[in-house]
């Protein structure tokens, strides 16, 4: 093969790595608290939020980004970003519960 083909065939590996390699986080919502308060991704990750209180609990954005209802008890949301920043949320009938997702 000639070096050409070889740079071609290294650019797309890397683009294929990259595709493949986006994650999901998860994130318990127990004991009127979100665990971890804080977690730290990278573009086209997502995070998974899962209810394992007894008490109904929601993943609402701080500003209006997203909401993802109430989740029942073992109900879980998801949302993928896109951009970076930082993101803070809240619980919408628990105010006091709080979180933020990072995406560096």
Not at 2 to 26: D, P, R
Not at 33 to 51: A, E, L, P, Y
Request: net charge positive; hydrophobic share 40%.
């Amino acid at each position: 093969m000639h070096f050409k083909t070889y740079a071609f065939l290294a650019i797309f590996v890397t683009i294929l790595v990259t595709v493949v390699t986006a994650a999901q986080i998860s994130v318990a919502i127990e004991n009127f608290s979100f665990k971890s308060q804080t977690v730290k991704i990278r573009i086209n990750d997502s995070v998974q939020w899962t209810n394992k209180d007894r008490a109904g609990h929601t993943a609402t954005s701080d500003t209006g980004v997203w909401d993802s209802g109430m989740l029942a008890t073992g109900a879980s949301f998801s949302r993928t970003f896109t951009q970076r920043g930082s993101f803070p949320y809240h619980c919408a009938p628990h105010p006091g519960m709080k979180g933020t997702v990072i995406v560096e």
